[in-house]
């Protein structure tokens, strides 16, 4: 069997605080990964092995990239449940094995993914989950996690609540007892080191690549729901051998963008004046903006984690759109994406819808990757600035898109709809 990630990748994640701290000894730690990596592998065919990191030239050329830009993709699409979700919960669950936070069942809020991922880590740890998903989850989905042992909750809106009903379901059987498995950094925080692993595999890449020089990559468009993949991937890119991070690209689709709103006051705040609510204006915005240096990031960021909620608040209708993996009422995990776009003069692109289609469709037809809608979604946001602003991605850069999730039964077609 392949070497796991995660032993691969240990002394970079925080679970290798548990040697420090004397409560495992590495080796331990290590044996702990080889166990629950099999057991994995026995429920879902294979454990947590790189995933491909790929030029993608067909596609770079589809979506309309000079000749001199290279567009990399990295490919989750054949990981544990088929989605990354399940890197998330993986590393949550190396830290519950060796050191547990309670012994209630665990729980999830998610609208598919995470669910399923969560559900096949805890069948291969042999505990009890509990998962709360919207009334529209995906049937098939929602069969398989029921097949895995996982007790599945469907939860409804109600009138004049703000926020995701699942998430408030997960939180309400917290409080009674269960312990949260979650893709939320916030209520998990070893979710997001899982997460990381992602950006350990593409710098690793990126390093046997650019030998012998130093690895690089310019630009990075991810897609952000509750800010958990996003935060992995810019902070364990933060943690790599990189010169520089890429310029970060935050991407929300049209029906849904609590981060860009959080974004759009924090920065209106620090030039003084309002940020056009478009493509246009928010590469504006962040070029005159520029690259902020450490003491103005931490003023930032104490200004965000003074008053959190007059930045980020849920949305305020029920969120819509093509991509639906990334309809979570509010950016849980946000604080370091913003710091990210912050630090590299990026800024968050709202996704137009028919660039979410575009991007699902065009990844079919150039690529052999079976992407999901929302699985693309972060090549609709490279669409969507390269539709609005051509001129912002220059000759000789190195971008990269992730494609987070495999295509499900009941997703839609891309080559008809």
């Known amino acids: 069997m392949a070497v796991s990630t995660f032993e691969q990748h240990l002394d970079r994640l925080d679970v290798s605080r548990l040697v420090d701290d004397g409560t495992i000894s590495r080796d331990e730690l290590v044996g702990v990964i080889r166990r629950l990596d099999a057991a994995v592998a026995a429920i879902d065919g294979h454990g947590f092995e790189p995933t491909p990191f790929e030029p993608q030239p067909r596609l770079r050329e589809a979506v309309g990239l000079p000749d001199g830009v290279q567009l990399w993709v990295k490919n989750e699409t054949g990981n544990v449940s088929g989605s990354h979700k399940a890197r998330h919960l993986f590393g949550v669950a190396i830290g519950e094995t060796v050191s547990p ?25 042999g505990h009890e989950l509990e998962v709360f998903v919207p009334t529209w989850a995906n049937d098939a989905v929602v069969e398989h996690m029921e097949g895995l042992g996982a007790a599945v909750v469907r939860t409804d809106r109600e009138p004049g609540v703000l926020g995701d009903p699942a998430h408030h379901a997960m939180v309400a059987a917290v409080a009674t007892g269960a312990t ?22 593409m710098v690793d890449t990126l390093a046997d690549h650019d030998l012998p020089g130093a690895p690089r990559l310019d630009r990075l468009f991810i ?29 929300q689709p049209v029906g849904n963008h609590p981060l860009v709103r959080a974004w759009d006051i924090l920065v209106a705040q620090l030039i003084g004046a309002p940020v056009e609510p478009s493509v246009a204006g928010r590469l504006a915005a962040a070029k005159e903006l520029g690259r902020l240096d450490d003491p103005a990031i931490r003023e930032a960021l104490t200004r965000l984690a003074a008053d959190p909620s007059a930045y980020m608040r849920a ?5 819509t759109s093509y991509a639906t993996g990334i309809l979570d009422d509010i950016t849980y995990d946000w604080m370091q994406l913003i710091e990210a776009m912050l630090r590299t003069s990026g800024c968050p692109i709202v996704a137009t819808e028919g660039a979410l289609r575009e991007a699902h469709r065009v990844a079919h037809e150039n690529t052999d990757i079976p992407v999901c809608p929302t699985g693309s ?17 220059v000759d000789g850069e190195r971008i990269a898109v992730l494609f987070t999730g495999r295509m499900r039964p009941g997703d839609p077609d891309p080559l008809v709809n």
């Open 180 to 201: 949260a498995f979650s893709c939320q950094g916030t209520e998990t925080p070893a979710a997001i080191d899982g997460g990381r692993t992602i950006a350990y595999e």
């Open 223 to 251: 897609q952000v729901g509750g800010g958990a993949l996003g935060t992995a991937v810019v902070t364990g890119l933060a943690r790599t051998e990189l010169d520089a991070l890429p310029v970060v690209h935050a991407v």
């Open 377 to 393: 979604a972060g090549l609709g946001g490279l669409i969507t600035l390269r539709a609005s602003a051509p001129a912002a991605i």
């Open 101 to 125: 936070s309670g012994d209630g069942a665990w729980a999830i809020a998610s609208c598919g993914n995470a669910a399923l991922g969560a559900s096949v880590v805890a069948a291969a740890v």
């Open 315 to 319: 949305w305020d209708d029920e969120p």
